[in-house]
Every structure is written in structure tokens, then in C-alpha cells.
């Protein structure tokens, strides 16, 4: 037996196992797990009279990232292939105008929806293509696509608020309960699980992390990556335009200012997540904790009465930290 194995010298065969795995583990790869165990520790402490443990704001934490998660999850499978998706905070802001219009004229709750979708799907069609077929780098693209996206949410309603009054969308899509569980939470999880199990136990999974790993060795392998590519940002723009539903649903009317700089937290959720910015490694989970480490300190600070400029600050930080971490990837 391996508890009981003895090598030459008389150490237990176990105990010298034990040192070797501890030598190899890499903390880089649990670090957003713990850090995010240390803020939850550090708020819950300085912030405990404040109520940042009630149940209340946890909930209110879950229900202020939603979005961020949803979007993360698909970006996650976009920055996984040495990828990047810019507009995803402009699609949602149009993805609610187009839900909320349809919604006002009298379409009912699934065209409302449809509407979202199909504005995500259209956007993201359009990054890549362009970038497949055009071969313009997607740092380029998506941030031209930001631009008209945002300019088009501001041109069609003229920069007005489109309210949303079916209590119905409402419901389902953002403010509803399920019980004590907010139904922003439960498509949060939905998300979350489809998307973990496409990257890990699917063969799109596995092309999408070899497209990243090495583009030509995948494409000797058979990989067609350009259609891993399309496919991907088709996930960021529908992740997108179902997050602006969310939005639409949460706040009850479709707005251009929603999902102004979501892009930028995203991005920071699935590197700090774990997930290479250079592509080839990839983590949904890591992606929630990350969207979810990001939500907890924002609200910690909104708690502890830091003013707007403060929270920047501390937000840039945090892409900085998790550009640094990102680099892990090329480091080992």
C-alpha cells in the first residue's frame, strides 16, 4: 500500500509525495479563490455595523453582478481563443432600447426578449465576420463596433428612457423573486453551468482552448478555427444582448447609458478568474468568482463611503492586477 511504501533512505513514501506535490502546486492558479475569501473576511470585519454581511446585501451584491457574470462567462470563451470583445457594454444598452420598444408596442414578453437577442446575435455576427473573414484584428473591430453600437442606442430614441410596464418581463427578466433567491441569480447559475460544461466536456470546448493554445497547430489538427472564432463572439453578443434584457428588466425600461464600461469589468472578471489573456487557458468558474470578487468590492465601498473618483481608482487597480496575473500563463 502507498501509506505504508517505504523507499531506501526509510521515509515514508507518502510524506515525500506529500512535499513534491506541495513544491508543485502553483498558488497563481487559486489566487482569485483566496483573494476572494480575503475581501468577504476584510469587509465582513470592518463593515459588520454596517450591514455588509446582511442578507440583504449579499443579495443586492448577486443581483449587481448578474450581468457582469453573463457576459463574463461567454467573454471567457472569446479571450480563450487570444481574443477580445470591446463592445459588449454598447450591445447591451441597445439590446434593452430594442427589448423595451418591442415590449412598448404591445409585442408581448417573447418578442421583447427575441428583440434582445436578435440585436446581441446581429452585433456579434458582425465582430466576427469582420474579423474572420476581413482579418481585422478584434481589438480593432470591437472597438469600432463600440462606438456605432453606442451612437446607434443614442440616435433611436434620441437619448430618452423607453419604460417597460409589463409586470410580467419585469418579473421574469430582473426584479422577481424566487423566494429568496433572485431570479437574476438563477440565470446567473444557468449561464454558468452551460457554459462550464461546453468549455470542459464538449470537443468545442477543446477547440476553442487549442484555437488560443497555438492557432496553427490547431489548425494542422483539423481545428477550423475561424469557425471557433465566429462562433465565439456569437456567444459574447448573445451573452450581451440577454444581459441588456436583464437590465431592461431589472431597472423596467431600456436606457443607452446600460452597460457603460461593462466591458472593462468583464475583462478584468475573466482574467482575474484565471483565464489567459494570451489564450490556450480558460475557467467559467474562475470568471463568476472573479465577476463576484469585483461586485463585493465595489459594494464595500460604496458602504464605506468612498466617492466615485475613489472607486475608479481602485477599479483600474484591479485590471492592472489582473492583466499581471493574466501573465501566468506564458510565465510557467
Sequence with gaps: M??????????????????????????RDYIVYLAFIGVIIYFSISLHDEGFTSTENILNIVRQTAMISIMGVAMTFVISTGEIDLSVGSTTALASLMAALALQAGFGVISGLAAGLATGIVVGLINGLLITKVVIPSF???????????????????TAPVPILDPTFNFVFGSGDLGPIPILLVWTLLATVLAHVVLRKTSFGRQTLATGGNES??????????????WV????????????????????????TFGEGDELSVIAAVILGGTSLFGGIGTVIGTL??????????NGLIIMGLDVSQQMMVKGLIILLAVAFGKKAINK
Excluded at 472597438?143 to 440616435?155: C, F, H, T
Excluded at 468568482?289 to 465595489?298: A, D, F, R, V
Design 289 to 298: 468568482i472573479g465577476s463576484l470578487m469585483i461586485g463585493t468590492i465595489n
Design 2 to 27: 502507498l501509506s505504508k511504501g517505504i523507499n531506501p533512505t526509510g521515509q515514508p513514501v507518502m510524506k515525500e509525495q506529500g512535499v513534491k506535490m506541495w513544491k508543485k502546486l502553483d498558488w
Design 140 to 158: 480593432l473591430v470591437t472597438l469600432g463596433m463600440m462606438g456605432i453600437v453606442k451612437g446607434l442606442a443614442m440616435w433611436i430614441t434620441d
Design 233 to 256: 463572439f456569437l456567444a459574447t453578443g448573445l451573452a450581451a444582448g440577454f444581459a441588456g434584457v436583464l437590465y431592461a428588466g431589472r431597472m423596467q425600461a431600456g436606457r443607452f
Design 217 to 230: 497547430a490547431a489548425k494542422f489538427s483539423g481545428v477550423k478555427t475561424n469557425r471557433i472564432k465566429l
